[in-house]
């Protein structure tokens, strides 16, 4: 689990590159051909990690209802994401990765909800969430790898 949550943390240090590099603006642009924009990727890869690895145990995890339902999975940007949503989530990008590892270091995790994803993705287990979650995390960097080319 030591490298995975490696993985896990070098990928989050990645995403918080994009505050660094593009304005709010830019952020929430969102270029011809595309459904969504960087802004949204962001927002989507903390919600589903919440998603997969917290409400996956049964568990509440750490962020609010209104973000869980304006992220998740079938969902898309309906508005421009203003200045103080747009911190929250890059608060969030790093601030609920030392929780998550305590959480699952103190064993809170004791019963997974057996599922297949909607990518085919076969979790049975908190690891296997772990590990579903880090593919996810690096199928949306790609997409905002692409984004990028276009805001």
Sequence with gaps: ??????????????????????????????????????????????????KLIYKGSNLSGYISDDLLAKYQSGTKPDAFVPQKEADELKTLLTSLIEPTID?????????YNERTTGTG???????????????????HLGYMMSIKKFV
Excluded at 8 to 37: A, H, V
Excluded at 122 to 133: G, K, R, T, W
């Design 1 to 50: 689990m030591e490298a995975l949550f490696k993985a896990w943390k070098t990928s989050r240090k990645l995403l918080l590159d994009f505050y660094d590099r593009y304005s709010l603006e830019q952020l929430n642009k969102i270029p011809g051909g595309f459904n969504n924009n960087l802004i949204w990727n962001i927002g989507h890869i903390i919600v589903t990690q919440q």
């Design 103 to 111: 959480d699952f270091l103190k064993g809170i995790f004791i019963n």
């Design 121 to 139: 993705f076969h979790l049975a287990s908190i690891n296997d969430a772990f590990e579903c979650n880090n593919y996810h995390e690096g199928l």
